[in-house]
């Protein structure tokens, strides 16, 4: 067994007895029905090798880790114009949070808070139906993941449009300073489809090869982006892909991340790894407590981290 397996593996005996901590996110119904008791950890290393323990193989719903991709996609689609729309700072509130949009005149501060990712999600609508545009990002999460079985949970999507009430305040409130270019359902439509994209840690893990690879995955022998906008979309997690908690992330783990409310996690250890981790269990920041705690082991014990050797 390789080294690397071990460390999974160890990782994974240590944080067993946590299993089924924290709270299931329940402001979706759909996600509440989630059996807390699953921790799954996927690494894929650059030479196209898995290194995987517990529920590595069963699909969740990623929620705001599909942000990474949307946010890949309408880079391709906008190019840096994008940041006319979104900024690049850290929000300091939680991820559903409205109180800045008001200061700031509907700009949202970055695209992993929902304010920013419906912002997104209007970008990548232009010129679309909504159905289409829904189907151009399955369409490249299956090419940088390489599997053409991903495919979107239909209940989750409708479960979040009953209930999605803060979402359409944050969008209705955007397109109230003229900052959305499409009506409210359409967006919305879009956003809540990608968020409820269902993955494994294994196929999440291989999808975010591009990011530790300088953008391009290596198992696939495709690029995906270029190296700078790899790097580029890196910084952004680091600083803002766990919302308020984004200083903690990086203190504790040092590597860029993009967590989901459905408890999954996705980190980048550039130059070496992509890595997923998941268990439904959430902390008050709406991150998975013990997929952090799962990250951290593991960055300590590989030494991966963007901040020293
Ligand atoms: N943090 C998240 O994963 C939030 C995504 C979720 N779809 C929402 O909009 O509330």
Redesign the pocket.
């Known amino acids: 067994m390789s080294e690397l397996q071990e460390l999974v593996d160890g990782v994974y005996r240590d944080l067993k007895s946590h299993i089924g901590e924290g709270k299931v ?1 329940d ?2 119904p759909e996600l509440a029905k989630v059996d807390p008791k699953q921790f799954g950890i996927a690494v894929a290393t650059l030479d196209g090798s898995f290194h995987i323990a517990g529920d590595a193989d069963a699909p969740f719903s990623i ?3 599909s942000k990474v991709f949307t946010l890949t996609l309408a880079l391709g689609m906008a190019g840096d114009t994008l940041w006319t729309r979104v900024g690049r700072e850290p929000s300091g509130t939680a ?2 949070s409205i109180v800045q949009l008001e200061y700031e005149k509907g700009r949202p501060r970055n695209p992993f808070i ?1 304010a920013g ?1 419906i912002a997104v999600a209007d970008m990548i609508l232009a010129g679309h139906q909504p159905r289409e545009a829904i189907g151009e990002i399955v369409h490249f999460v299956r090419f940088v993941s390489g599997d053409d079985s991903i495919a979107i949970d239909h209940e989750v999507a409708k479960s ?1 449009t009953g209930t ?1 009430y ?2 359409f305040a944050l969008a209705n409130f955007m397109r109230s300073f003229g900052r959305l270019n499409h009506p409210v359902e359409h967006v919305l439509g879009v ?2 489809h990608h ?2 994209l269902a993955m494994s840690c294994r196929q999440l893990a291989r999808a975010g090869l591009y990011l530790a690879a300088g953008g391009r995955n290596p198992v696939l022998d495709s690029r995906v982006v270029s190296r700078e906008r790899a790097r580029r979309i890196n910084a952004l997690m680091l600083m803002c892909g766990h ?1 308020d908690a984004s200083g903690d992330f990086a203190y504790r783990v040092g590597l860029p991340g993009k ?4 408890g999954g996690i996705l980190a980048v250890a550039p130059g070496k790894a992509s890595i997923a981790v998941w268990s439904p269990g959430l902390n008050e920041y ?1 991150n998975s407590l013990v997929g952090t705690a799962a990250l951290e082991l593991l960055a300590q014990r590989t030494g991966w981290s963007v901040f020293g050797t």
């Open positions: 996110a402001y979706i929620q705001s880790i991820f559903n929902n990712a979040e999605g803060r979402n956003y809540f968020c409820a919302y967590s989901g409310v459905g709406g």
